[in-house]
C-alpha cells in the first residue's frame, strides 16, 4: 500500500521551526530586534539550559534540510516528509524555538516574541497549505496581554488553540490565570499544553527532588507536570468556571492517566470537604474537558497489557494521535499504536481531534488531491 | 474470629509521636535546648508549612489520649489499638516531627534533633517492646554527619534501617549522598524514604508547575518524588555502586509503578547510550532493589484492574502492607487490599517485610503471648 492511500489520520503534534529570529522581525518591534542582534532570542529549547535531548541533536537526522542549517525549518522537506508521505486530514503545528516564552523574565519582551512568532506561522506556514493548522504561542507573564493575543491571532481561521508549556511557575487552575480562561471562551479555543519547561528559566525545579543529572531522568517529569495541572485544574473548579473548557496535554504522555485517576477519585472522595466545590470525581472532569495525545507512545509486552490501558483510560474519548514529527521519537501512524478495536482506532486516529479543534471533516478524495 | 487469630503481619509504617521536644532534651546538647525553648523545634509536619491534612488533625480521632494532647504520643494506645488488636509480628516505627529534620537550613542543628529523636525512640518505643523495630532519622544536609549517625544508632538491634522524606533538595542517586550508602552498605541496613517534605522548608517546589493550593493536589507531588528518586537512583549507577544497597518508598503509593516502569524501559532503549553504565532494564533495578508500602491503597471499579496492576507490579516481591497509624488514612489489613492469589498476599502482609528489614520469623505462639 502507498501511504497516501493509508488511513486518514490528524497529526496534533508537528514541529516546524524558524532558521532564525529574523524571519519574524517584520513583526517585531525594533527595540527587541536590536536586543535580539546583541543577546540571542534567550530562550532554550533542550530543557533546563543544560540537558541533552536524544536523536541527532534532537531530530530525525533526515529531517536536516540540505543545507544543514535547522531540522523542521524548511516547508517544503516538512511537506514531503510528513504532509505528503502520510495521508494527513489535518497537522496541527506546535512551533518549537519560542515555546518557551512564558521562562523569561521580561514580560513585554516574551509577548512580543510569542505574537511575532504566531504571525509568522501563519504567513510562512498555515497560509501555504490548507492541512496546516496552528496552535497561538502567548506568553504567561502578564494573563491580560495574554488575552489580548488570544483575541488577536486566535481571529485567523487557522488558529486552532493557544499555547503553554508545560513547565510553569503556577499550575494552570489558580485564578492568576482566569483572563486568559475568559479570552479562551470568547473566542471557543482550546487551552494546549506542551510538554517542555520543566525547570526551566523563572520555572522552579523539575521535581520534588530537585534537578536531576540526565535527559533521561527530566523526562520523567513530564508526567508531574500534567499531573500537577490536571489535579490544579480540578481542585480549583476550573471548569466549573468555564464550563466549555477543552484542554490537550501534548506529549505528556498517556498511559499514567488511569492510576492516577484512581488516585485523585480515592483522595477525593476522602478530603471533599475541603474543596466543596467540586461536585464530581476528578475523572469525571477529565473525561469531559481533557485530551491527551499519543507520542511518545510506550511499547510494553505483552501488549495487551497498553490496550488495557486504553481502556481504562476511555482512549476513545482522550486520546489523539500526534508523530512529533521532525523529533527523533517520531511515531509514526502505522506502527505506534496497539492493535485496538477499530471504532477505538477511529476516533485515536482522527474524529478525537477533529471534535477538539473544531475542525471539518475532508472528503478523502481532497486530501488525496492535495 | 478476634483479631488475634487473624492473619499475622508486618505493619511497615507507624507514627509514634512526641508530646513535646523536652522528651528528647537528655540526649540533646544544652546550646539546641535554649534554642528550642525560645524558637520551638521549627518542624512543620503539614507539607510546605501551608497545606491541611485530612481526618481529625491529620490523625484518626480515637488516637488522641485522654489528655486530649498527641495522638500517637502514648506507648498504651498504640499498643491497644495497633500491637494488641492485630497479629502484629512486627511494626516498624517512622516517627512524624522530627522526620523534616532535612529541610532545616542548620545542619548541625537538624543532625543534633536527628540523634536525640533516634535515641528517645530507642529508649521509650523500641526497648519497651519486642515487636517495635524502629528507623533512625538521618538529616542531609551533611551527609558525613548522616554517615556517621547511621553507624552510631545503627549499633542498636532495634534499628532496622535509615529514614529520610521524600521531598529532597536533590535527587537521592547523587553523588553528594554516596557517604549515607557507604555507612548503610557497612551496617548492613537498607534506605527508607517516606513521603512528606515535598515543596517544604529548604527543598524547591513540589510539582514542575510550582506550589498547587490544596493538600490534595499536595498528595499527588508524593509520587512525583519517588519517580525522580528512583530515575536517579538508577540512571547515576546508584545501585551499580552499591550492589547490595535495598530502598524502600513508604507512602509513596505502588499503582503508578508498572506504567512509570514501562515509561523508564522505553525511554532506556531509546537513550541508553547517554548513560552506558545502565547496563539492563531499569524494571530490573527496581524488582530486584527498591520495595514500596502498600498505604494508602486506592480501591478502583472493578476491583480486578487493581489486582492486574498488583501483578504488573510483580507485588509479590515488591510490595509490602503497611498501616500508617494513627493518621486519618489508616488501612486496614483486612480491608485494603484487593483479593489476591494466597501466596502472594502472604509475600505482601509478612515474608517481603522479614527479608527487606532482616526480620527473624516470630512463632505465631509468641506473638498472641505478646
Chains 1, 2 share one sequence.
Not at 529570529?21 to 539550559?49: A, C, S
Not at 522537506?77 to 486530514?89: A, F, G, H, P, T
Not at 482522550?318 to 505506534?336: G, I, N, R, V
Request: hydrophobic letters at 35%; a negative charge; glycine letters at 8%.
Amino acid at each position: 500500500m502507498t501511504a497516501k492511500q493509508g488511513e486518514l489520520f490528524i497529526d496534533c503534534d508537528i514541529h516546524q521551526r524558524i532558521k532564525s529570529p529574523k524571519q519574524f522581525y517584520p513583526y517585531l518591534p525594533r527595540v527587541y530586534r536590536e536586543d535580539i542582534d546583541q543577546f540571542g532570542l534567550r530562550l532554550t529549547t533542550t530543557g533546563g539550559g543544560g540537558y541533552l535531548n536524544g536523536g541527532a541533536g534532537g531530530y530525525r537526522a533526515d529531517s536536516y534540510p540540505d543545507d544543514g542549517t535547522i531540522a523542521g525549518s524548511e516547508f517544503s522537506l516538512l511537506k514531503e516528509q510528513l504532509l505528503d508521505s502520510y495521508n494527513i486530514e489535518y497537522g496541527i503545528l506546535g512551533g518549537q524555538d519560542v515555546s518557551p516564552v512564558s521562562t523569561l523574565p521580561d514580560a513585554d519582551y516574551a509577548a512580543a516574541v510569542a505574537a511575532a512568532y504566531n504571525d509568522w506561522m501563519i504567513e510562512d506556514w498555515i497560509e501555504k497549505d490548507d492541512r496546516l493548522k496552528g496552535l497561538a504561542v502567548i506568553a504567561l507573564q502578564n494573563p491580560k496581554k495574554a488575552a489580548e493575543e488570544i483575541r488577536r491571532s486566535g481571529k485567523h481561521p487557522g488558529i486552532v488553540g493557544a499555547l503553554v508549556q508545560n513547565g510553569a511557575r503556577f499550575p494552570y487552575g489558580q485564578r492568576y490565570y482566569d483572563p486568559i480562561f475568559e479570552a479562551l471562551a470568547e473566542m471557543n479555543l482550546p487551552f494546549c499544553i506542551h510538554i517542555g519547561g520543566e525547570g526551566s528559566g523563572v520555572n522552579g525545579q523539575p521535581t520534588p527532588a530537585g534537578y536531576p543529572s540526565y535527559y533521561i531522568e527530566n523526562r520523567q517529569s513530564r508526567a508531574m507536570g500534567c499531573q500537577a495541572h490536571i489535579a490544579s485544574m480540578i481542585f480549583e473548579g476550573l471548569f466549573d468556571r468555564y464550563p466549555d473548557l477543552q484542554v490537550v496535554f501534548i506529549e505528556g504522555g498517556f498511559i499514567w492517566l488511569p492510576t492516577f485517576l484512581w488516585r485523585l477519585d480515592s483522595d477525593w472522595k476522602a478530603l471533599r470537604n475541603q474543596t466543596p466545590w467540586v461536585q464530581k470525581p476528578p475523572s469525571e472532569y477529565v473525561f469531559d474537558h481533557i485530551r491527551f495525545t499519543s507520542q511518545p507512545m510506550e511499547q510494553p509486552e505483552p501488549q495487551r497489557r497498553l490496550l488495557s490501558i486504553f481502556e481504562w483510560g476511555k482512549a476513545e474519548r482522550t486520546l489523539m494521535f500526534a508523530t512529533d514529527y521532525p523529533h527523533w521519537d517520531f511515531d509514526s501512524p502505522e506502527l505506534s499504536l496497539p492493535a485496538m478495536p477499530e471504532a477505538m482506532r477511529k476516533r485515536v486516529m482522527l474524529e478525537n481531534a477533529r471534535e477538539f479543534f473544531k475542525l471539518p471533516a475532508r472528503q478523502l478524495a481532497d486530501a488525496v488531491a492535495d
